[in-house]
Structures are given as structure tokens and as C-alpha cells.
């Protein structure tokens, strides 16, 4: 891949992976409870398909985020040098220094503190796409204290209190601008597609499976009444069917809380917006 010829388009690649940063915490605030007590594998784990039934081939989303016309963003008001765009083999430092200067918040920080940022995105947002929070692509923080359930004379219930754990990675999200995410993806987008083709998706299925991957945010119920649980051996479950039936990213956040939940959805429907629309115009 050679190096941008204008300064424009060098500017550009400064705001290298904004947009998948975004979405890697839209989706890592999830995967910060994978470590919960609650939330031990037994939830998570997608059931083993019997050996009998065939496996059909899954359905790979295709979608086409539009092209964006080059503007001047506020990144570029703080960046004066123009780095040339790495290599995907070398790219972390390029990118933890870029992503850096959208958030200063030291869980970013931290999260971003693996190795292959791209490669592992990549794999990030395929497993979001299709429900599944993959476990060990980021060393992402678990939430704060011990998760807590409540009994009565009715059964066993989430304690409401759980939801304050995740505050302190929802203001990560909340601090991220959305519009400017989108304007890094398309700026990025030549090292983004080189990490999904290592996958084996053309450029129309990864926009497909950033699309889907917010449609999966986008699509969680919202639960404002008290969650009712099961306990069954040393892990509990939804006690509602049509709750327990949800994909492992939708559940959770459902355990997130309904505040929690209606924040990410407001910013994975603002990403989605500003990648549909990166004219700006209604």
C-alpha cells in the first residue's frame, strides 16, 4: 500500500480506526462482564449443534457504507505532524497514538493496550455481528464490585444496584463523538479492509458485519421493570424465555441496565447514522 501524496489525504489516516474504536467500545463495555461472577461461560457458550443436524452455511450481511467527502476535523487541529500509514503488521503504535487523542479516559487506554489492534478489531466486530462476544480478543476491564441478586417469596431477582458496575465504561462511550468515528472509518478504511480480508470478507461484507454488529446493539429490548432470574447448578439465567433467547450481546445488555443500554444505543445509532449519512445531511 503506498503512503497518501496530499495532505489532505494524509490527514486523513491520522484519524486512523476512530470509528472501530467506537464500535470496539460499544461492544467491549459488553465483554466486561464476561468475567462477572454471574456471568460464568455456562450463559455465554453457544450450545453445541448435534452431530446429526447439518450445519448450514451462514449467511454472510453485505451492505455499502457510502463514500465520504474529505473534510477538515478536529483531530487535525491537534495533530501537525503527518505520520505515512503503516503497515497492518505495524500499525499498533500508529493507532493507540491516533486513537489516543480521541479520549484521554484510562480505560481506553488499557483496552488498548494488546497487540494486532486491527487484526483483532476485525475479529472483534465479526463475532459482534453475530451476537457473540468474543471472550479474549481485548483485555477489557470487568465490572466494578460483585454482582448481587435479591430473594423473596416470588424467586430470585437482579438486583437493580448491578447497573451502577458498568458506569464507569459507559462514560468512555459517552465521551466518544460519533460523527467524528464515522469520518475516521472512512479515513481508515484501507488497513480496515486489509484486516477483514485476512478473514476472508470482500470490503461489501465488512461493511455488512459493522452494520449488523450495531443492529445487534440497536435491536436489545430495554427492561425498566425487575429482571427475574433462575439458578440452575452454579450459573443463573433469565427466568423469561423470550430474555434468556437472546443473543450473549444482547443479554448483555439487558445486564447493563436499561439506562445503560439506552446510552449505547444512542451512540451505536449515532455511528450508524453518520456512516450512512456522511454527508451530514438529512
Keep these: 500500500m503506498t503512503a497518501p501524496r496530499t495532505s489532505n489525504n494524509t490527514s486523513k489516516f491520522i484519524l486512523v480506526l476512530g470509528t472501530l ?52 476535523t ?15 503488521d505495524n500499525s499498533d503504535q500508529f493507532v493507540r497514538k491516533r486513537v489516543s487523542l480521541m479520549s484521554n479516559k484510562e480505560n481506553l487506554q488499557s483496552w488498548l ?12 466486530l465479526d463475532g459482534l455481528a453475530r451476537g457473540v462476544i468474543l471472550t479474549k480478543i481485548f483485555p477489557l476491564n470487568t465490572p466494578q464490585g460483585k454482582f448481587v441478586t435479591h430473594r423473596d417469596s ?27 468515528m464515522a469520518q475516521m472509518f472512512h479515513f481508515s478504511r484501507p488497513l480496515i479492509e486489509r484486516a477483514f480480508s485476512e478473514l476472508g470478507y470482500q470490503p461489501r461484507q465488512m461493511d455488512g458485519i459493522i452494520l449488523t454488529a450495531l443492529d445487534q446493539i440497536l435491536s436489545a429490548p430495554i427492561i425498566v421493570e425487575p429482571i427475574r ?18 443473543s450473549p450481546l444482547q443479554k448483555q445488555l439487558v445486564r447493563s441496565g436499561p439506562e445503560n443500554t439506552q446510552r449505547i444505543q444512542e451512540q451505536a445509532l449515532l455511528l450508524k447514522n453518520a456512516l450512512l449519512n456522511p454527508s451530514g445531511n438529512n
Design 21 to 72: 474504536a467506537s464500535i470496539i467500545i460499544v461492544g467491549g463495555i459488553l465483554y466486561q462482564a464476561q468475567n462477572d461472577s454471574w456471568v460464568d461461560e455456562e450463559i455465554l457458550a453457544i450450545p453445541e449443534q448435534e452431530a446429526a443436524k447439518p450445519i448450514a452455511e451462514p449467511i454472510l450481511p453485505e451492505a455499502s457504507i457510502p463514500n465520504s467527502v474529505s473534510t477538515v
Design 74 to 88: 478536529k483531530v487535525d487541529e491537534v495533530v501537525q505532524i503527518k505520520p505515512t500509514l503503516p503497515s497492518l
Design 113 to 124: 493496550a494488546a497487540d494486532d489492534l486491527l487484526r483483532r478489531s476485525a475479529s472483534y
Design 154 to 180: 416470588e424467586g430470585i431477582w437482579l438486583n437493580a444496584g448491578n447497573y451502577e458496575r458498568y458506569n464507569s465504561s459507559i462514560l468512555v462511550l459517552a465521551s466518544m463523538d460519533m460523527k467524528l
Design 229 to 246: 432470574l433462575t439458578s440452575e447448578s452454579v450459573a443463573y439465567k433469565f427466568a423469561d424465555s423470550e430474555l434468556e433467547s437472546l
